[in-house]
């Protein structure tokens, strides 16, 4: 199959609607109330489409919609991508000045929100919309005019005609998602992903996979590319189940792949440590699951080996927002250390380099024991950032090869392992943790009037925040500002997973002879106190 040829005569959505027909009677997409068929999700999604078309919603508009992975989360991105909207997924942890930035970048044309969502995520994000009426949340279930409980709807010939004719413009070059991931300064950049990216992540991770007819559990974020690109397209292309759990949970989950018979799981590694660690899971795994994957981070070599024994594939992925797609995949048949220490080969549609600096940038395959920055080239990578012309210019180098910002090393087998980042951002659990983030958070508090954040490696996480404070004058001496009541604030005002696992309380801060902090020597001496801290067992949980 020539993939590129088919990407640029076939969107997302089309492609979609004829697994649609082809998959009519099968089952599509469940979650704890109900289970479509492929027949079934096709008329919610087209009626969906109709009402967004009747709210003016069409090529190139913007559509939020903030919730929890669930069947309405894939019946709303599905009618987007047909209209020829785009994708615009809220999570419900973020807090309110989160998604204030994120609403006054993307400026989108509907805002909608799940009702079945806790009262203090909706709270939120009506703070964050404020008095904007041209934001002003609807509830899903009001705006889809589905009747609660039933899957039965209608579409009148007039809509359908409509679609049909939206359908026939849709183009695979224009912009399908939009994904914020923050760069150095901190302030999330909204990543624009062509349908055809989109499309493309769908055929090739569908077939790399390897499951005829995959059942596979969603439960990542909706504005996360690992739930929109890496598991929803890939296993609706397939004629596969998706069942969707609001968050993860270790018993849930165990008890959700045996009673829906999930045969494929692909988590991040924190999330797949959780569940072996599990009383149960293995019996359950060797009984159902046939491919475990992940992706975001390194899964510990222990772990690898558990899998191998109790019989069951593994692959690994390695890719980005701006990308979407995965660059890297391990190889069938890869061995422990391949995937434990390396994140596999680089898809043979890519071009890939190694920078080892600005003057020598090597092919991929000539860079053996190189490390360097990780350039990449394909037409379907990052159109650009959202509002953001001189950031888009700087993620690609002159001559088109987008700079991933991730340092890479070519092992004498061929793969690529992941070392470490140009910036200062580091990954825990998967996500991408940025420190200044965090600083203003915690610097937002009177008690604080400094704050440094690094990382420090962790078994569980690969990496966790390590927070160094000096406290205003006022509270120097005061026994109420602690570590916990500090990285309290931090959940307070960010989602919960960029809070810092340690904090230490000094008088002041390293300086570097041109006044600014040196951070590096905040870096040793972050790993100098982690480690001491987990020896005497104060770590902080």
């Known amino acids: ?286 009984e159902n699951l046939c491919l475990v994957a992940w992706g975001g981070a390194a899964l510990p070599t222990t772990y690898v080996m558990k899998l191998r024994d109790w019989g069951i594939r593994m692959t690994t992925v390695y890719g980005s927002s701006e990308t979407v797609a995965s660059l890297t995949s391990s190889r069938e048949g890869a061995s422990v250390d391949e995937l434990a220490n390396s994140v596999g080969v680089p898809d043979p549609e890519f071009r890939m380099k190694i920078a080892e600096s600005a003057d020598r940038v090597l092919d991929f395959t000539e860079a053996k024991g190189v490390t360097g920055e990780v350039y990449v080239k394909h037409w379907t990578f990052l159109p650009g950032y959202l509002n953001l012309p001189e950031a888009t210019r700087e993620a690609f180098t002159d001559d088109g090869w987008l700079k991933t910002g991730d340092i890479g090393r070519v092992t004498s087998g061929g793969n690529l392992q992941l070392v470490g980042r140009t910036s200062e951002m580091f990954k825990s659990g998967g996500y991408n943790i940025y420190p200044l983030e965090i600083e203003d958070a915690l610097e937002s508090a009177p008690e604080v009037a400094q704050a440094v954040v690094t990382s420090v490696p962790d078994d569980k996480y690969s990496e966790v925040g390590f927070a160094f404070v000096v406290l205003a004058t006022d509270f120097s001496t005061s026994s109420h500002v602690t570590e916990s009541a500090l990285i309290r604030q931090c959940k307070n005002k960010l989602a919960r997973y960029k809070a810092p696992k340690f904090v230490e309380i000094i008088e002041g801060l390293p300086t570097l002879p041109n006044g600014k902090i040196d951070r590096k020597a905040l870096k040793c001496l972050a790993n100098e106190l982690s480690k001491k801290r987990r020896t005497e067992g104060g770590l902080n949980v």
Not at 25 to 53: F, I, K
Not at 59 to 88: C, K, R
Not at 130 to 149: A, I, L, M
């Open 1 to 286: 199959m020539n993939v590129d040829k088919l990407i640029k005569e076939k969107s997302l959505s089309q492609l979609l609607t004829e697994s649609r027909e082809k998959y009519r009677n099968q089952p599509a997409a469940g979650d704890a109330t109900r289970t479509l068929t492929y027949e079934e999700l096709g008329a919610e999604v087209d009626h969906l489409s109709a009402q967004l078309m009747r709210a003016g919603v069409g090529h190139g508009d913007t559509v939020a919609f903030m919730t929890n992975p669930s069947v309405e989360f894939m019946v709303a991105y599905l009618a987007v991508l047909q209209v020829g909207g785009i994708w615009l997924g809220l999570n419900p942890a973020y807090k309110r000045q989160e998604l204030a930035h994120i609403l006054a970048d993307a400026e989108p044309d509907l805002v909608l929100f799940n009702p079945s969502l806790k009262a203090q995520s909706v709270d939120e994000l009506r703070a964050a919309v404020g008095k904007n009426d041209s934001f002003k949340p609807q509830n899903f279930d009001d705006f889809h005019g589905r009747e609660v409980g039933s899957s039965k709807v209608f579409l009148t010939q007039r809509d359908a005609e409509t679609l049909q004719a939206c359908r026939s413009k849709l183009k695979v070059s224009v912009p399908g998602a939009l994904f914020y991931t923050s760069g150095t300064t901190g302030k999330p950049k909204g990543a624009l992903a062509h349908q055809a990216a989109l499309a493309r992540i769908a055929i090739v991770q569908s077939k790399r996979w390897g499951v005829s007819t995959p059942r596979v559990l969603c439960n990542l974020p909706v504005n996360h590319t690992g739930c929109v690109g890496d598991i929803v397209g890939p296993v609706q292309y397939a004629g596969g189940y998706l069942f969707f759990m609001e968050n993860f949970d270790v018993p849930a989950t165990v008890n959700a792949i045996k009673t829906e018979r999930l045969n494929a799981l692909f988590q991040i590694p924190t999330q797949i440590i959780s569940l072996m660690n599990y009383d149960g899971f293995e019996a359950v795994a060797q």
